[in-house]
C-alpha cells in the first residue's frame, strides 16, 4: 500500500511539471478524465511498474480523483448509500451507513494531504482555513454540508464532516414502510399542517428532523408562499412558490454576516404565508413565535431536544439568551400562544429513525408547559445484535384540535381514539 501512495505521489508531480493544467481545465469533464488518463499511460510507460491489471486501475482512478476532484473522498461521495463522512486525521475515516457507523479502507497520505484537500473545497466557496481562522463551514456543488477544523483547535490534526442529503427525497409513504411511524400517525401529522398548526419538531443529530420537516411540507397547499430559512440549505419543498433563504458567515475581513433571525425578519417583509425555519438555535427563536402569533400560521421549525419537554425548555432558554429582559412568564406564554404542536424523533440504536413520540401543548402555568402525547413509541427489548423491538403507542384519547381539522377538512375520525391500540412494528 506504501508503495503505491508513494507511486502515485511520482506520477502526480510528472504531470504537474510537464503538461498544461491550464488547458485540461477547459475541456469538459468527460474529456478531462481521458486526457487525464493518457498523461498517467504516458508516464507509467517511462518506467513500468510492477502492478496488476486492478492496481493498474485503482492507481489511475486515484491520481483522477487527486486532480480532478476530493481525492480519497470522491468514491465515498459517489456512494449513495453513506450520509455521514467523518474524517478523523488521514488515517481514520468513518461512514455512516442506513445510521450505523463504520471505519472505511480510503486514507490520506499525511495531514498535509488532508488540509489541501480541505482547502479546495471551502476556496470554491469563497473561503479560507489557516491558523488564523482554523474553523469553516462550507457546502459542496452537491448540497452537502461541510464542517472542517485544524490544528491549533484540533489538537490531533485536521478533521473533517460531511453531512450528505438523499439525492431522492423521502416520502411519507417511504417512512411508514421504513416503520418510522405508523398509518395513524402519518394522517394526524398530515392533518395537523393542513389545519395550518404550528409545529416543532424536535430531536438529537442525525434523528431525521430535516427529513421529516420535508416530508411535512409536502402537504402545504400549492396556493400558499412558503419561505425557508436556514444555515445550510438542506430542504427540498415541491410547491411552487417557494423562496429559499441561506444565512451567510462573516467574510475574511470579519463583516457581511447574515444570521436566521436578520433573515426571519426580513422574511416578514416578503408577504409568507407560512414560515419553514430548517433549525432555531439563537435569537431568532422570539422572531420565530412572533411570526407564528401574527398571522403566519401553519409554520414549521426543528429543534435539538431528547424529549418534547426539553424541547420546549430549550426554546424557552433561546428566547432568554437573545433577550435576557423578558420574564420567564411572558416566554412562556409566547411559547404557549405559538407552538400547538411538538414531534420527537430519535435514532434508534440499530440506526433507525422513529417518531417517538406527538405530543399537542396543552397550556401550562407560570412555571412550566405541559404537554400530552397522543402517540408515543417504547423500546420492549434489545436484541445481541443491537437491534431494538418495540411498539407505537395511542393514548386513545382524540386531539384538542379535531373541531379545527375537521373546519379544513382535514378530518381525523374519532373512531380512532375510542380505544388504545398497540401497533405491532
Given amino acids: 500500500m506504501k508503495a503505491l501512495f508513494q507511486l502515485r505521489t511520482h506520477i502526480h508531480h510528472k504531470i504537474l511539471d510537464r503538461y498544461d493544467l491550464a488547458r485540461l481545465q477547459t475541456l469538459p469533464h468527460d474529456r478531462q478524465r481521458d486526457e487525464l488518463k493518457s498523461w498517467i ?13 486492478a492496481e493498474h486501475h485503482q492507481l489511475i482512478q486515484d491520481i483522477q480523483h487527486e486532480m480532478l476532484g476530493l481525492g480519497p473522498l470522491e468514491t465515498l461521495l459517489n456512494d449513495s448509500s453513506i450520509s455521514d463522512i467523518l474524517v478523523n486525521g488521514p488515517d481514520h475515516i468513518y461512514v455512516e451507513r442506513a445510521g450505523l457507523l463504520t471505519r472505511c479502507h480510503s486514507r490520506f497520505e499525511d495531514q498535509g494531504h488532508l488540509i489541501k484537500t480541505i482547502e479546495k473545497i471551502v476556496s470554491r466557496v469563497g473561503r479560507r482555513i489557516d491558523e488564523s481562522s482554523p474553523m469553516v463551514d462550507a457546502r459542496l456543488p452537491d448540497g452537502s454540508r461541510v464542517n472542517a477544523i485544524i490544528p491549533p483547535l484540533a489538537l490531533d490534526g485536521p478533521i473533517l464532516s460531511i453531512r450528505r442529503f438523499a439525492k431522492t427525497a423521502l416520502t411519507l409513504h417511504d417512512l411508514i414502510a421504513g416503520d418510522s411511524l405508523t398509518r395513524d400517525m402519518a394522517d394526524q401529522l398530515t392533518g395537523y399542517v393542513q389545519a395550518r398548526l404550528n409545529i416543532l419538531i424536535s430531536g ?65 417583509r416578503m408577504r409568507p404565508d407560512r414560515l419553514i425555519l430548517g433549525e432555531v438555535r439563537g435569537a431568532e427563536a422570539l422572531d420565530m413565535l412572533h411570526a407564528m402569533n ?62 417517538v413520540s406527538i405530543s399537542e401543548l396543552t397550556g401550562g402555568h407560570a412555571n412550566r408547559l405541559t404537554t400530552r402525547a397522543l ?38 375520525p374519532n373512531t380512532r381514539f375510542s380505544s388504545k391500540p398497540e401497533y405491532p412494528q
Fill in 375 to 412: 402517540f408515543t413509541y417504547s423500546v420492549r427489548r434489545r436484541l445481541v445484535d443491537g437491534h431494538a423491538e418495540g411498539r407505537f403507542h395511542c393514548s386513545g384519547q382524540p386531539s384538542s384540535f379535531q373541531a379545527r381539522l375537521q373546519r379544513f377538512n382535514a378530518p381525523l
Fill in 41 to 53: 499511460e504516458l508516464c507509467l510507460q517511462e518506467d513500468p511498474p510492477a502492478l496488476n491489471s
Fill in 204 to 268: 438529537g443529530t442525525g434523528s431525521g428532523k430535516t427529513t421529516l420537516l420535508n416530508v411535512l411540507s409536502d402537504f402545504v397547499s400549492p396556493d400558499e408562499r412558503l419561505i425557508t430559512i436556514e444555515d445550510a440549505a438542506e430542504l427540498r419543498l415541491h410547491q411552487a412558490h417557494v423562496v429559499r433563504l441561506e444565512t451567510r458567515p462573516a467574510n475574511l475581513e470579519g463583516q457581511g454576516e447574515v444570521t436566521q433571525r436578520m433573515l426571519v425578519r426580513n422574511a416578514l
Fill in 294 to 355: 401574527t398571522g403566519h400560521e401553519g409554520s414549521l421549525t426543528t429543534v435539538h431536544a431528547n424529549s418534547p419537554d426539553d424541547a420546549l425548555i430549550r426554546l424557552e432558554q433561546l428566547v432568554m439568551l437573545g433577550h435576557g429582559s423578558l420574564s420567564p412568564i411572558t416566554i412562556r406564554a409566547q411559547i404557549r400562544s405559538a407552538i400547538q404542536v411538538v414531534v420527537q424523533m430519535a435514532r434508534m440504536s440499530d440506526g433507525s429513525r422513529k417518531v
